[in-house]
């Protein structure tokens, strides 16, 4: 689904490119320039009527950075919701804790790799990376 129209939603995706996290900005170096599998990514999408944080039309994949907001009331089934009709459109979606990408990018671009290869069995929910992490961040 192409942005909604108006300057607004524009400015909306840019603003969130220019104010990228550090965890988003980490990720997109390994992402950019076809460096991953050789598929085009691009970030801050508008899909589905949400915009997404990566996005590579050729794999049908979307992927989702949270952070400590994913946490609070109320956000846990907004994402859920969020993720059903992106997978209902046919979309896999994945999502990445903020620290899993802080902590072990290697492990992040791995699971990607993975999914995108069909060598992982459940595209369409919240991955740890690699070895256990603390707690505070993990999955619901």
């Not at 952070?67 to 994402?79: F, Q, S, V």
């Not at 919701?81 to 994945?94: K, S």
Request: proline share 5%.
């Amino acid at each position: 689904m192409k942005r909604p129209p108006g300057d607004e939603a524009l400015e909306r995706q840019r603003r969130l490119r220019r104010e990228a996290t550090e965890p988003e900005l980490l990720l997109w170096k390994h992402l950019r320039g076809r460096r991953l599998a050789g598929l085009k990514f691009r970030q801050q999408v508008w899909l589905c009527g949400y915009i997404v944080d990566f996005f590579c039309a050729e794999a049908k994949l979307v992927i989702e950075l949270d952070g400590a907001t994913h946490t609070e009331d109320g956000a846990k089934t907004y994402d859920d919701r969020r993720t059903a009709v992106i997978a209902g459109e046919g979309y896999r979606v994945c999502r990445f804790w903020n620290n899993d990408v802080m902590q072990n990018i290697e492990g992040v671009v791995q699971q990607i790799e993975a999914i995108i290869k069909g060598t992982n069995p459940s595209p369409s929910h919240r991955f740890a990376a690699g070895p256990s992490l603390s707690p505070e961040g993990r999955g619901f």
